[in-house]
């Protein structure tokens, strides 16, 4: 049964980013601004970045590990992030948006979250 674990711990990671990107309403980026679509790319492009040179991979498991990374600190700092202020967004909801932009990139996330496989392809 050993065999199982890495597909469960893949399909939990999968829940929890769909449940991230449901919080910050991400469900139809067509409709978001093409400033906080560029800004939100930026920092996925940083995200991937950072789990690329430190030679981990951007599948779902090490996604959900730095979106949760990112939230554990931003509550050490009495900043527990919520549903975000797209009007002024913060650094917190910027960078768990571009934890979602990945996610939601890889096609096996695409059909959890609903969107496309690209999902800046439609701005």
Do not use: C, F, K
Not at 66 to 94: C, F, K, M
């Amino acid at each position: 049964m050993n065999w199982l674990a890495p597909r469960r711990r893949r399909t939990a990671a999968q829940r929890e980013l769909a449940s991230l990107a449901d919080r910050l309403g991400m469900a139809d980026l067509s409709e978001w601004p093409a400033g906080r679509l560029a800004a939100v790319d930026q920092h996925a492009a940083a995200v991937r970045d950072i789990l690329l040179l430190s030679g981990e991979d951007t599948g779902p498991a090490e996604l959900a590990n730095y979106a949760r990374g990112i939230e554990d600190v931003a509550q050490e700092r009495g900043r527990a992030p919520g549903t975000p202020n797209w009007d002024a967004p913060d650094w917190v909801s910027l960078r768990l948006a571009g934890v979602s932009i990945l996610a939601m990139a890889d096609p096996a996330m695409a059909s959890i979250a609903g969107g496309d496989v690209d999902p800046l392809a439609s701005s």
